[in-house]
């Protein structure tokens, strides 16, 4: 239903956009250019917080927040203008649905939007032609190394960009595990699973199951803690790692999600071959990526990809037919692609 939606309202988009000159639906396209800042003061300011008992007015939010007055109130007003937050009379805001958003906890995407708009990504974004020009990142055109290296020196960044992936994971949670049946699996591996908040969701919906989480070894403090804290000290293990080394963990099923869009296809078949040498022969991995679909469709997959083309060294989002090239370069077959109703795909594969 959601995807039979997701095609009426992109069939009359196309039909107003052909309705109206080409400078003019441009013109239109370009505006959201201006929303961005805004979204991500409020984001950082933490406006949605402080209305959520009840709205204020742009006097007692400035003062909250440390603020200029009337500068805030032209954001706020800019924001509420699409949708984003209420504007009460007398210079008084409220929330709404998509201001709740901005409000941690479940459902959040705070910590998505302080990562994606603040200052580290914006600057790269703005330095794509670097990128188009040098086939080089757009963040090391900048900062003369790479992301990776940068978010290991500051910390603060780090776990900016750590809360955005678990936030970005809990939206797509529901709909990933509704697509998918693990029940039947003794042990799930998550290759490169972060602080573990994938495996620790399926293992909580699937109690017969136990888990391995498999990252960095400076993970670990932090992986362990989540487990503790998850209740599942008894189902769920840590194990460092890089999956640039051969990989030796036993499992029925195997995770990778949010991995290989990071990294070139030299490196994503790296990553396959070392996971590789530790699985039986038809043991499965489930690949969750976006997949990008075919010319002059829209996707949200190919807006992301320009996010990889700044940030990523060699990142990028694939299409099914480059992933299948790269599965079988790496000794893979694709047996069948899970869409669900996030941007993200299951790719259900098995080691030939």
Known sequence: MVQIISRLRGMLLNLHNKMFPGSVVLYEQFQSFWLLQPLYIAAELNISEHLREKPLGIEELAEKTNSHPEPLYRVLRALASSGIFRELD????KLNSRARA????????RNMILHHLGKINWSANGNLLHAVKTNESAFKGIFQMD????LQHN????RRFEKSMSDLTALALNPLLSRYDFSKCRTIADIGGGEGFLLANILQNFPDTKGILFDLPENSVKAEEFIHTS????RMSFVPGSFLEPVNIQADLYLMKNVLHNWDDEHGARILLNLGKTMIKRSTLLIIEMV????????FSKMVDMQMLAT?????ERTAQEYEILLKKSGYRLKRIIQTITPLSILETVRE
């Open 147 to 150: 992301i990776y290296l940068y």
């Open 312 to 316: 990523m060294p060699g990142g990028k």
């Open 231 to 234: 209740g599942l000290d008894q």
């Open 292 to 299: 990008i679909p075919g010319p002059n469709i829209p996707s």
């Open 90 to 93: 007398g210079k008084r805001f």
């Open 155 to 158: 910390q603060d960044e780090l």
């Open 102 to 109: 901005l409000l941690d906890g479940d459902g959040s995407i």
